[in-house]
T-cell receptor, first 113, second 117 residues
């Protein structure tokens, strides 16, 4: 099946630890995105990548890091520098040719205590 | 920088009635795209409708239509004949804009729609 996989669905970490969220796609889409959503809030762009080995900061990149070594994968690391990491994280992709809507993964709910 | 504004945090509509969800945007770039997504309580994001900045006609998809007023920079979503299953968060989003390239996609804060039987 074509789609976007985010794992795990729920993630718990202690404060001060770095944690990496996985996002894998088999849609052959060029662009990939990470968004953060807080309860009752909209989606805020953390990072996005238009091609392999290239990525740009979104509106709330502080405390996060990404890599794009393969077209299929765009992992997000939430570092200890992120002051309020508890949130719902959504990964999305966008076709570089023809298509115009984003496809979203099921999300990872991160809780840091 | 591009900006999306949704001024209605919550809306109520009677079942079978039509409802309009507001969205305004701000960009000086002539090339952009506008989207609407639905997010039920399950958290999944469901694509509803798309409007390109150069499209001459308003987009429609079944019960959804996008009222695109370019000069006013508004892209309101109209849902006709509301159903109970339409109760969800609705997000307006824009692709492209002043900075970040055409692949940058940013979202508004959303409108929570509740359909009353």
């Amino acid at each position: 099946d074509g789609g976007i996989t985010q794992s795990p669905k729920y993630l718990f970490r202690k404060e001060g630890q770095n944690v990496t969220l996985s996002c894998e796609q088999n849609l052959n889409h060029d662009a990939m995105y990470w968004y953060r959503q807080d309860p009752g809030q909209g989606l805020r762009l953390i990072y996005y990548s238009q091609i392999v080995n290239d990525f740009q900061k979104g509106d709330i990149a502080e405390g996060y890091s990404v890599s794009r070594e393969k077209k299929e994968s765009f992992p997000l690391t939430v570092t200890s520098a992120q002051k309020n990491p508890t949130a719902f994280y959504l990964c999305a992709t966008l076709s570089g040719t023809g298509g115009y809507e984003q496809y979203f993964g099921p999300g990872t709910r991160l809780t840091v205590t | 920088a591009q900006k999306i504004t949704q001024t209605q945090p919550g809306m109520f509509v009677q079942e079978k009635e039509a409802v309009t969800l507001d969205c305004t945007y701000d960009t000086s770039d002539p090339s952009y795209g506008l989207f609407w997504y639905k997010q039920p309580s399950s958290g999944e994001m469901i694509f509803l409708i798309y409007q390109g900045s150069y499209d001459q006609q308003n987009a429609t998809e079944g019960r959804y239509s996008l009222n695109f007023q370019k000069a006013r920079k508004s892209a309101n979503l109209v849902i006709s004949a509301s159903q109970l299953g339409d109760s969800a968060m609705y997000f307006c989003a824009m692709r492209g804009g002043n900075s970040g390239g055409y692949q940058k996609v940013t979202f508004g804060t959303g409108t929570k729609l509740q359909v009353i039987p």
